[in-house]
């Protein structure tokens, strides 16, 4: 059962979307389906193990296959990378079974959303829209050295303005793309509550945290005896995925720490 779904597992992952060439005879579904890519696996290619970088593989119309660009020389036996994509540890983790300790491109989601009972929600979320950031959103937390996603920095001073603040933005809408920027001129008392919100929300994160994985848990369950083939390895990737998560989210709070000390 198991290498049944590993099986499955691994196909699903390596679906890569390409153009249809072979199309039905109906023209109207033909054009219809013309426009829809088809999954398909690609030999060599999915074998291709990750390396941070950039994107070098791109189907080209033309020849109608895929093609794929070395990102630096090698030379015969060595072992030939490509990059993945711009992907999060935990998409990394999910669909490819590994972890990037110098992820670049490695964030950490944090829930937030306005109060359905606060009077000026509707406003917030007019300003919000803008930005093309949800009422109910799922922003980033980033590694350094920029820490603070612009949506979610803007997201938290839009929680944050009063009336009058809200007011001044929401007449002038085009202004709103400012926010996104870590410095856009706001007053002073704004700016202190936005990095008090942020300083707070990130300890309490750290907080949840380590109390539903303390250390001690953490040693027992590296150091526990386990029947199965691989599940210490395993184990011992989602201990690291614990410990890069809580690296980004203690660096900006560090950050948040020292944006109030400015």
Known sequence: MCAACWAVSTVMTRQNLVPREKLPENKKLAAELKKLPISALIPFWDMA???SGEITSFYDVKTKQMECAAQEPFKTGDQFFIYYGDRSNADLLVHNGFLDSQNAKDYVQIKLGLNPADVLA???SLLLNKLN?????ELRVLPAPEHISGELLAFVRVFNMSAAQLEHWCSDLERAVDLLHIDCA???????RTWQYLYQRLKLLLGVLDATLPAQAQEKLLAAETDA??????????LEYRR?????????LNYAQERLKV
């Open 133 to 137: 950031i949800e009422r109910k959103a």
């Open 49 to 51: 193990n990750h390396r």
């Open 186 to 192: 706001l007053e002073t008392d704004l700016e202190t």
């Open 244 to 252: 890069l998560e809580r690296c980004i989210l203690n660096d900006a």
């Open 229 to 238: 083939a691989g599940e210490r390895e395993i184990n011992a990737m989602l």
């Open 122 to 124: 509707e406003q917030r």
